[in-house]
């Protein structure tokens, strides 16, 4: 509980202190690497730990069909004003990344920035892992 918490009162900064991030760079990257590595035409994507959804809403813009899940309702509240104010239709979940289930499948599975540093243990991160493979076509 301490931790959400914690993690609620950063969400209200976590635009802030990532307002120079370049997103849409990032996204540039990551539809390169689906370009080059995915064997299938990606439509949905499924992304663990979106914060604020500064890369979902981009790949919702550019026609992706977006599920975003996050810990924090605070920071799904937040991604949801963002994404209405920039006309970027997203399905958004509240999880947690190492047990969420959703009900089906999608074509990739992304965890953008640092969301595997924030599991603390092994078993976390091969929670995590579990999730994204569980959730793939």
Do not use: P
Request: overall charge positive; aromatic content about 10%; charged content about 30%.
């Amino acid at each position: 509980m301490k931790d959400i918490i914690q993690f609620n009162k950063y969400s209200d900064y976590y635009d802030l202190f990532y307002q120079k991030k370049d997103y849409q760079a990032e996204v540039k990257f990551l539809r390169a690497a689906i370009a080059k590595h995915s064997n299938r035409k990606v439509k949905s994507i499924l992304s663990l730990g979106c914060g604020t959804a500064g890369h979902d809403i981009i790949l919702a813009k550019q026609g992706f069909k977006m599920t975003s899940v996050d810990f924090s309702k605070r920071m799904l509240d937040l991604a949801k004003i963002k994404a209405k104010k920039q006309g970027a239709a997203i399905d958004f979940v509240l999880g947690d990344v190492r047990k969420v289930k959703i009900k089906k499948k999608f074509d990739l599975v992304v965890a953008m920035f640092n969301i595997a540093g924030y599991q603390n243990s092994n078993s976390d991160i091969v929670d995590f892992m579990a999730t994204a493979a569980r959730h793939l076509n």
